[in-house]
């Protein structure tokens, strides 16, 4: 048993250690080397993230007046200089572009102090509120040029977003010589984190090695730069090189792990963390809540939530939409609209996820309810909002809202989204419409294997398994490779069918994709070949299978009782309950009836010394 993880310092106490974790050891696992769809927040400790772009209608310069010039007697004659530390004050007293501008024609008619200084001054506080036309036309005009200017350029295009003219600025930067610093570095490695160029980030490493610039800083700039591009291990080997580690470096490799669904690393890391004396904030806490959501992780998600979310998720809507998310995830519904109910402020994500959040556990009419009121509130309506309320209109199976919602896709013009349209077409196979799903499927211009496997499952489950068959080949057709849940909705066709022929192909395609691993394609075979009357190629695979649970269980079972094997079946049965997974009335019944003996069922009691 692990003994209680305590910070003093956070007021920080688990009275139980998070799910998975072994303090001795760090377990090396295989990472996959998959970019990740969205960028890690994680660096609010050395970057601005609260600031907001202004307008980007740019302003022309313009010259004042003398007698407009602010008055600054009090600080410099203006027969001379600026100290430059005066300067830089002026600089940061400045809070618009009016300031600014004023400033700048004062301090550029008035004083003699190094043009370089200024201008970089000049740039960085243009950079500040957004006027990258202004900050370039200073940058053009300079005679001279240091790494200062140079990385306030190239920080400002990035912060906004221009990646291209960042990096064609970069490229100047490469033609002029001039040394890089370490803030520089920062920013082009962040350049080439949002661009997922990992082949320019594994050069820009190899500077930062030859050239000793191994800080904090740069160093949790590469972990996230690796992270993003999809290189876990190579994230972790820069993590564990560190000489030393703040809380963005640890919430960096945190939310990495954790956005690549490497939850047992989540947990790991954070309790190092904690043993190392540092508090996680508000991103640390929001990815622990993410894994303990995927992980069902319930308990420990509740004592994050008490000790650190607590006296802060009032307050911060992503910490808010973190709780309402885990909750929700972990199936404790009630609990995830009462921490949405106490959030003073929510955005449209804390509404998609209490939406989403009922649509999973169930609640589709208290999903739609949520759904009106987010409308009548003006609330803007993303595609991951559609995607949740046709999700919560299949639950309960109400096609005319989901008609309805079809409708307004189709005003909105956002049918060609992929996700969208495959929902529609799980609705639509929920609710009993084949005709309506597979009109949605025909007119979809991208089908990726879920479009597909939604609509061979809905084939199967309506009664129309030849029709399944055919989007099984017209799927392959076009490319898209199969996967367990294809497979397996596939052979229930077959099952149905009593088609072995067909049913043995896809047996092939299953063993070549490597699926076989996967308990439902390994159950729905054995459905499959029993409905066919080929007990021997169930009874291999049900025996070849490395996992087995209560439907593989069963199949097997009933395969046996419908092809008379009575005597198999009841064996099975024992060795099912001397595994520990209970026998249901539904395979005792099936068997006995199965077996013409219905009528004496003590005969086969699972507690008989014979089996």
Not at 9 to 33: R, Y
Not at 561 to 566: F, M, Q
Not at 568 to 575: F, G, N, S
């Amino acid at each position: 048993m692990l003994p209680t993880i305590t910070l003093i310092s956070s007021n920080l106490c688990f009275q139980s250690p998070p799910p998975f974790i072994d303090i001795h050891t760090h377990t090396s696992l295989n990472h996959t080397h998959k970019p990740l769809k969205k960028p890690i927040n994680t660096f609010s400790a050395h970057e601005d993230h609260g600031f907001r772009c202004f307008s980007a209608n740019y302003d022309d310069y313009q010259t004042y007046p003398d007698d407009k010039i602010p008055s600054c007697s009090d600080k410099f004659n203006r027969s001379n200089a600026f100290e430059d530390t005066t300067l830089d004050n002026l600089f940061r007293t400045c809070t618009s572009i009016k300031d600014i501008k004023r400033l700048h024609v004062v301090v550029a008619k008035y004083c003699g102090n190094s043009k370089l200084f200024l201008d970089n001054n000049l740039i960085s506080m243009y950079v500040k509120i957004g006027r990258l036309t202004d900050a370039r036309k200073v940058f053009d005009q300079m005679l001279e040029r240091n790494v200062v200017s140079w990385t306030a350029m190239l920080g400002g295009y990035l912060k906004y977003g221009f990646e291209e003219e960042c990096l064609r600025l970069f490229m100047d930067f490469v033609e002029c010589g001039i040394q890089a610093n370490s803030k520089t570095l920062v920013c082009l490695l962040n350049l080439c984190s949002e661009r997922v160029d990992f082949e320019l980030g594994k050069q820009l490493h190899g500077y930062v090695l030859k050239g000793s610039f191994g800080n904090l800083i740069v160093e949790s700039a590469l972990v996230y730069f690796y992270a993003q591009c999809g290189h876990l291990d190579e994230a972790f080997r820069v993590f564990d090189r560190m000489r030393e580690y703040d809380v963005v470096c640890w919430t960096t490799i945190i939310t990495a792990c954790s956005q690549h669904g490497r939850t047992k690393d989540v947990f790991l890391l954070f309790t190092n963390m904690l043993s190392d004396g540092f508090a996680p904030n508000e991103f640390t806490a929001c990815s622990m809540l993410k894994a303990c959501g995927e992980e069902k992780a319930l308990k420990f998600g509740k004592q994050l939530h008490g000790t650190i979310v607590k006296k802060l998720f009032r307050n911060d809507v992503f910490l808010g939409t973190s709780l309402v998310d885990m909750y929700a995830k972990c199936g404790v519904i009630e609990d995830s609209r009462i921490v949405f109910d106490g959030m003073r402020r929510r955005n449209m994500v804390t509404w998609t996820c209490i939406i989403a959040g009922y649509a999973r556990n169930n609640h589709g009419e208290e999903a739609i309810n949520l759904f009106r009121v987010m409308k009548r509130r003006k609330i803007f309506v993303n595609k991951l909002t559609m995607v949740s309320m046709i999700r919560a209109c299949g639950t309960i199976k109400a096609l005319h809202t989901g008609k309805e919602l079809h409708a307004q896709i189709l005003k909105n013009h956002i049918q060609d989204n992929m996700y969208i349209s495959s929902t529609l077409v799980w609705l639509y196979c929920k609710c009993g419409c084949y005709s309506y799903a597979n009109n949605v499927l025909q007119n979809m211009t991208f089908r990726d294997v879920v479009s597909w496997t939604a609509m061979i499952s809905g084939c199967a489950r309506l009664g129309h398994e030849s029709e399944a068959l055919e989007f099984l080949k017209e799927m392959v057709g076009e490319g898209v490779v199969p996967n367990p849940f294809t497979f397996s909705s596939a052979l229930k066709a077959c099952a149905k069918l009593e088609n072995i022929w067909h049913g043995k192909l896809i047996h092939s395609s299953a063993t070549k994709s490597h699926a076989m691993s996967n308990v439902y394609v390994g159950s729905a075979l054995i459905n499959m070949y029993s409905k066919c009357g080929y007990v021997e190629d169930a009874i291999d695979v049900f025996e070849s299978m490395p996992e087995k649970n209560l439907v593989s269980w069963k199949a097997m079972i009933v395969g046996y009782a419908k092809n008379g094997l009575c005597r198999e079946a009841m064996k099975l049965m024992y060795q099912m309950e001397a595994q520990g997974i209970e026998v249901d009335d539904y395979i005792l019944a099936t068997v006995l009836t199965a077996c013409g003996d219905f009528e004496h069922p003590a005969k086969y009691s699972l507690r008989s010394d014979d089996p």
